[in-house]
């Protein structure tokens, strides 16, 4: 255990990490043995998104800096620029709060840009949910780069743990914790159906469907079609509101943002467009929605906490680990349908009985300790870690037990 205070830099780029750490931030804030340093970039600085760190500064946290990646352009070589604007923005950031320690998050082009300026400026990366698999997007690869760069790794499933080793990663300093952002089901309020439709402004509380749809970046110019097939589909519910949240900044979002403005404005008083719902809030919208439905993380890691089915649409997130509650579709109008009329009609009755893949809370009071009590010295600068061509067979054999196929329909 160290004596001196650990200056801890936690990145967020946008509302859907911020809404992952929020309890790991709350957890550090109060840790005695650490000095707190909260860095907002990317998507929670453009109004285009809403704004979103001032709802950081809401919940009662400071922020240390902010980096701006002029999100202007949703282009592929816009969000080169914008990346490259990061990182410089991330070195200065750097080099005024001096931490000890960076933290990172997932896989997005922001969290690379820090990664990046952290390791150039030979400051200590721990990373949270690497060694996880997103076929349909480009994050893979930035995922595994940050990987790379980290010396911590606190993953969310025992086979993300074995990826990481298999990457080359000392084994001491990869912990399973479960996914931190599940901590949030028990602590968020628990708006009713009302109070939460009054809090944002719709009328009636009718039943509702909750929709994301991001840009599947590893295809370029498939968007158009996604929108497409799950606007079609969702306009055939008629006895259900629906309710969207924004976009994200990937390349190609204006195509997905264009498509739900229309599709909203063309149905007034029935489907609605959120630029952020906020954490309390959507965590309210997860438990009471009928289905969770479109290619979002959250539809993979914290509806299926909660209990409520998700439609994952398209090769977005492939590769994943899937609960019970989750249904597989492609890019198909029909197909979507089906799997709609299957949820909504009551005929879809998962097994829940089985430990969901990615725990069940008390992700952020495992990683705030760790972080506060790890040997930095002994973790960092780190050597890459062989494997004994016996350990590899048995680590491959672990993957094979462990393996999911993620194109499986859960029905």
């Given at each position: 255990?160290?004596?001196?205070?650990?200056?801890?830099?936690?990145?967020?780029?946008?509302?859907?990490?911020?809404?992952?750490?929020?309890?790991?931030?709350?957890?550090?804030?109060?840790?005695?043995?650490?000095?707190?340093?909260?860095?907002?970039?990317?998507?929670?600085?453009?109004?285009?998104?809403?704004?979103?760190?001032?709802?950081?500064?809401?919940?009662?946290?400071?922020?240390?800096?902010?980096?701006?990646?002029?999100?202007?352009?949703?282009?592929?070589?816009?969000?080169?620029?914008?990346?490259?604007?990061?990182?410089?923005?991330?070195?200065?950031?750097?080099?005024?709060?001096?931490?000890?320690?960076?933290?990172?998050?997932?896989?997005?082009?922001?969290?690379?840009?820090?990664?990046?300026?952290?390791?150039?400026?030979?400051?200590?990366?721990?990373?949270?949910?690497?060694?996880?698999?997103?076929?349909?997007?480009?994050?893979?690869?930035?995922?595994?780069?940050?990987?790379?760069?980290?010396?911590?790794?606190?993953?969310?499933?025992?086979?993300?743990?074995?990826?990481?080793?298999?990457?080359?990663?000392?084994?001491?300093?990869?912990?399973?914790?479960?996914?931190?952002?599940?901590?949030?089901?028990?602590?968020?309020?628990a708006l009713d159906?009302?109070?939460?439709?009054?809090?944002?402004?719709?009328?009636?509380?009718?039943?509702?469907?909750?929709?994301?749809?991001?840009?599947?970046?590893?295809?370029?110019?498939?968007?158009r079609d996604t929108?497409?097939?799950?606007?079609?589909?969702?306009?055939?519910?008629?006895?259900?509101?629906?309710?969207?949240?924004?976009?994200?900044?990937?390349?190609?979002?204006?195509?997905?943002?264009?498509?739900?403005?229309?599709?909203?404005?063309?149905?007034?008083?029935?489907?609605?467009?959120?630029?952020?719902?906020?954490?309390?809030?959507?965590?309210?919208?997860?438990?009471?929605?009928?289905?969770?439905?479109?290619?979002?993380?959250?539809?993979?890691?914290?509806?299926?906490?909660?209990?409520?089915?998700?439609?994952?649409?398209?090769?977005?997130?492939?590769?994943?680990?899937?609960?019970?509650?989750?249904?597989?579709?492609?890019?198909?109008?029909?197909?979507?349908?089906?799997?709609?009329?299957?949820?909504?009609?009551?005929?879809?009755?998962?097994?829940?009985?089985?430990?969901?893949?990615?725990?069940?809370?008390?992700?952020?009071?495992?990683?705030?300790?760790?972080?506060q009590s790890i040997?930095?010295?002994?973790?960092?600068?780190?050597?890459?870690?062989?494997?004994?061509?016996?350990?590899?067979?048995?680590?491959?054999?672990?993957?094979?037990?462990?393996?999911?196929?993620?194109?499986?329909?859960?029905?």
């Amino acid at each position: 255990m160290t004596t001196s205070r650990r200056r801890i830099a936690v990145v967020t780029g946008s509302r859907a990490d911020y809404g992952l750490l929020r309890g790991l931030l709350a957890r550090l804030r109060e840790h005695a043995g650490t000095d707190l340093q909260v860095v907002a970039c990317g998507m929670h600085l453009a109004p285009r998104f809403g704004e979103t760190w001032r709802a950081i500064e809401a919940d009662g946290f400071t922020l240390a800096e902010k980096v701006d990646f002029e999100l202007d352009d949703d282009t592929p070589q816009g969000v080169a620029r914008s990346t490259g604007i990061g990182t410089i923005g991330f070195s200065r950031a750097f080099q005024r709060l001096s931490p000890d320690l960076v933290v990172a998050l997932g896989d997005r082009f922001e969290i690379l840009s820090a990664a990046t300026a952290a390791t150039l400026s030979n400051i200590p990366i721990a990373h949270i949910h690497g060694g996880e698999i997103t076929a349909g997007a480009f994050d893979d690869a930035i995922r595994h780069a940050v990987t790379k760069m980290a010396c911590i790794h606190f993953v969310a499933a025992e086979p993300y743990r074995l990826r990481v080793i298999q990457m080359g990663e000392n084994p001491d300093f990869i912990f399973n914790v479960g996914a931190p952002g599940l901590d949030q089901a028990d602590v968020a309020p628990a708006l009713d159906r009302s109070s939460l439709f009054e809090s944002l402004g719709i009328g009636e509380p009718r039943r509702f469907l909750l929709a994301t749809l991001h840009p599947t970046t590893a295809r370029p110019g498939a968007d158009r079609d996604t929108a497409a097939a799950l606007l079609g589909a969702l306009a055939q519910v008629k006895d259900r509101n629906i309710i969207f949240t924004g976009v994200n900044a990937d390349p190609g979002n204006r195509v997905i943002d264009n498509a739900v403005r229309d599709f909203v404005s063309a149905r007034p008083r029935r489907a609605y467009l959120f630029t952020s719902l906020g954490s309390d809030r959507y965590w309210s919208a997860l438990r009471l929605a009928d289905v969770v439905i479109g290619n979002s993380s959250s539809g993979i890691l914290e509806a299926p906490a909660v209990g409520t089915p998700s439609i994952n649409i398209g090769e977005r997130q492939l590769g994943r680990l899937r609960a019970a509650s989750i249904i597989d579709c492609a890019v198909d109008q029909a197909e979507i349908s089906a799997a709609l009329r299957l949820v909504l009609e009551g005929r879809f009755q998962p097994d829940l009985s089985t430990e969901p893949p990615y725990g069940r809370g008390g992700a952020s009071d495992r990683i705030a300790n760790l972080l506060q009590s790890i040997n930095l010295t002994k973790a960092f600068p780190k050597s890459f870690h062989d494997l004994s061509s016996t350990t590899i067979s048995q680590h491959l054999a672990s993957l094979d037990r462990s393996r999911v196929d993620p194109c499986q329909p859960a029905w």
